[in-house]
C-alpha cells in the first residue's frame, strides 16, 4: 500500500466548480474502493469541506495557495515535494491542471478540457500565454496524465504528441445519485426542460434564448428552468432581446432541489460550444431524462443513445428539437430508457479503480 497526497486547488476556494465536484466525488470513491491511503491538501478551509470528505476521517492539511494559476503552479512546486516527503506520500495526484512546473515525474494530473488551446478565442491572450509556458510545460513532464473522455485525450495528444504514452481516459461519473427506493419517473406538469450551467462563453447559452425565440413566434412557450450563477450579469441583457419567454433563472440550488428538478424534467437541454465531459448529461441521465445537446464528439461519447443532437451553432436546430421532446411522449419514452442504459456505464467506482492504477504505474516507475 503507498501513501497518496492529493493536491486540490481552487482559483475560487469554498466555492462549488465544476473541477470541486470531479475533486470529492473521485476521492471519495478512491478512499472507498482503493486499496491506498489517500491525504488531501486543499486550499479550501475545513468547514466548507462537503460531509463526503470531512465524514471519512481521512488526513487533510489545509495551504493558502494564490489564486493567480502562475503563481499557484511556482507554489506548488516549492511548497508539495517537502509536504509529501514529511507526510510520507510516493505520489501526487492533481485533480486539476495546475500542479507544479517542476519535479513531476511522481505527478498524476487530471486534464478536463483543453480549450484554451482548442477555443483560444474563449480566453484572454493572458490565459493562453500562462497555459502554454507554465501549465502545459509542467504536464509535459508529469508521471502520467488522465483525460476525462476520449475526445480530451485526442486534443491532448494532438496539442502535444509526446504525452500520448503517458496519456489515459478515465472517465467520470454522475455525482448526483438518484435514491433507490425512488419512484418511476414521472415529469411534471406542465413539463418543462432544464439546463444546469453557470453561464461563460463555452455554455453558448444565447443559442438557448435564440430557440425558445423562434418558438415563441410560432406561438409555443416551454418552460425551461436554468440552474447556475450568472456572475457577470450576461443573461438579463440576452432576455432583454427575446420578452416574454418562460425562461426561468434559479440560481445555484440545494442537492435535494437540483435532484427534483432532474427528475421531474421533461428534457435536459445543453447548448455547448465546447466541452471536456459534461457531467449534468449524466446527471439527467441517471434520473432517465432524455437530454438534447450540442452535437460534439465528446457529447456523442458522453451520452450515448440518450439524446438529440443539434448544431450548437443553429437556433432552429435546438427549437425543432424542443419541440419534438415536449410534444412526442414515444420519442420522449424512447430517449428516457436510453438515458438509463447510458447511466449504466458510468461509475465512480470504476474511476477510482482506473485512477488507482494509473497511479501505481507512475509509483513502480520510480522503483
Not at 36 to 55: A, C, K, Q
Not at 268 to 295: K, M, Q, R, W
Not at 317 to 323: F, G, H, K, V, Y
Amino acid at each position: 500500500m503507498s501513501r497518496i497526497l492529493i493536491n486540490h486547488f481552487s482559483p475560487i476556494p469554498n466555492k462549488i466548480t465544476g473541477i470541486s465536484v470531479y475533486t470529492w466525488q473521485i476521492v471519495s470513491a478512491l478512499l472507498r474502493h482503493g486499496k491506498n491511503e489517500y491525504v488531501l491538501s486543499t486550499n479550501w478551509d475545513r468547514e466548507h469541506l462537503p460531509e463526503l470528505i470531512t465524514g471519512t476521517g481521512m488526513e487533510v492539511v489545509t495551504r493558502q495557495v494564490p489564486a493567480n494559476e502562475t503563481a499557484a503552479l511556482f507554489r506548488n512546486t516549492l511548497d508539495l515535494p517537502p509536504l509529501m516527503a514529511r507526510l510520507g506520500c510516493s505520489a501526487v495526484f492533481h485533480p486539476q491542471p495546475t500542479s507544479m512546473i517542476a519535479r513531476m515525474k511522481k505527478s498524476v494530473v487530471v486534464i478536463h478540457d483543453l480549450y484554451r488551446v482548442t477555443h483560444p478565442d474563449l480566453h484572454s491572450w493572458k490565459q493562453r500565454v500562462q497555459w502554454h509556458y507554465f501549465t502545459a510545460f509542467g504536464f509535459r513532464q508529469a508521471g502520467a496524465l488522465i483525460a476525462v473522455s476520449g475526445a480530451t485525450r485526442d486534443a491532448v495528444v494532438a496539442a502535444y504528441p509526446e504525452v500520448a504514452p503517458r496519456t489515459f481516459v478515465v472517465h467520470e461519473a454522475s455525482p448526483v445519485e438518484r435514491p433507490t427506493d425512488a419512484p418511476p419517473r414521472a415529469p411534471a406538469t406542465p413539463p418543462y426542460g432544464l439546463m444546469v450551467a453557470n453561464i461563460t462563453p463555452n455554455k453558448n447559452v444565447k443559442l438557448l434564448i435564440q430557440a425558445l425565440g423562434l418558438l415563441a413566434q410560432k406561438g409555443i412557450r416551454p418552460k425551461v428552468n436554468l440552474v447556475g450563477r450568472d456572475e457577470f450579469g450576461v443573461l438579463p441583457s440576452l432576455l432583454s432581446s427575446v420578452p416574454s419567454l418562460d425562461l426561468h433563472q434559479l440560481g445555484a440550488v440545494p442537492d435535494d432541489r437540483l435532484r427534483e428538478l432532474y427528475a421531474q424534467a421533461t428534457v435536459y437541454i445543453n447548448t455547448s460550444f465546447v466541452e471536456g465531459f459534461c457531467l449534468p448529461i449524466l446527471e439527467a441521465h441517471t434520473f432517465s431524462t432524455p437530454v438534447i445537446c450540442s452535437d460534439l464528439p465528446v457529447l456523442r461519447e458522453v451520452a450515448g443513445d440518450g439524446a438529440l443532437f443539434v448544431d450548437p451553432h443553429r437556433p432552429d436546430d435546438l427549437a425543432e428539437a424542443i419541440r419534438r421532446v415536449f410534444s412526442d411522449g414515444a420519442l420522449a419514452a424512447q430517449l428516457s430508457e436510453a438515458a438509463t442504459r447510458n447511466a449504466a456505464r458510468f461509475s465512480w467506482e470504476k474511476a477510482a479503480r482506473e485512477t488507482e492504477a494509473v497511479l501505481d504505474r507512475v509509483i513502480a516507475a520510480q522503483e
